[in-house]
T-cell receptor, first 113, second 113 residues
């Protein structure tokens, strides 16, 4: 079945460090891919998305590229800030038929000043 | 533009009781989906509605039910509550639910004692 696998957390980084959170997927169809972020006590917010192979989603300094050949959508940021501390979720949805998202287990990021 | 609104934000129920959670989607969005978030299971899809019709349902027991009204507002109900139903229940809306970006509310925190 369709699934998303994320790297286990927590990830602890110093401010201004480089961030990579790995995400791979399996899908029977042709998915759209997303990264969502959840701050403490809140719901999920869309961070970025990509809808076709080789698309790069970007927002607030975060980037992820849709790699069909490796079925991956890794999240990167060149210089993290304390305010980036949150839980990050990779997700996919198929363009038609299922009407649902499948989420990874989430990766907690803690950035130290 | 108002976001997805969920009520109540927090509630405590006793085992065996039932609970109803409400969700108002973003104006113009006709698809509403519900997710359960727990530390152990992550985000699990409950069901999705479009134009008052349930189009998909996750692997939850029949105690979990939902409905959507003609104005796209949605409710979910959990009957005969169990301790394991304690979770954050997230509602999300999108334009059509077919590969669109979904936008989450802040969630309803349910504690069953």
């Amino acid at each position: 079945g369709d699934s998303v696998t994320q790297m286990e957390g927590p990830v602890t980084l110093s401010e201004e460090a480089f961030l990579t959170i790995n995400c791979t997927y399996t899908a029977t169809g042709y998915p759209s891919l997303f990264w969502y972020v959840q701050y403490p006590g809140e719901g999920l917010q869309l961070l970025l998305k990509a809808t076709k192979a080789d698309d790069k989603g970007s927002n607030k300094g975060f980037e992820a590229t849709y790699r069909k050949e490796t079925t991956s959508f890794h999240l990167e940021k060149g210089s993290v800030q304390v305010s980036d501390s949150a839980v990050y979720f990779c997700a996919l949805t198929l363009v038609s038929g299922t009407y649902k998202y499948i989420f990874g287990t989430g990766t907690r990021l803690k950035v130290l000043a | 533009k108002a976001g997805v609104t969920q009520t109540p934000r927090y509630l405590i129920k006793t085992r065996g009781q039932q609970v109803t959670l409400s969700c108002s989607p973003i104006s113009g969005h006709r698809s509403v989906s519900w997710y359960q978030q727990t530390p152990g299971q992550g985000l699990q899809f409950l069901f999705e509605y479009f134009s008052e019709t349930q189009r998909n349902k996750g692997n939850f027991p029949g105690r979990f039910s939902g409905r959507q009204f003609s104005n796209s507002r949605s409710e979910m109900n959990v009957s005969t509550l169990e301790l394991g139903d304690s979770a954050l229940y997230l509602c999300a809306s999108s334009l059509t639910g077919e590969g669109n970006t979904i936008y989450f509310g802040e969630g309803s925190w349910l504690t069953v004692v």
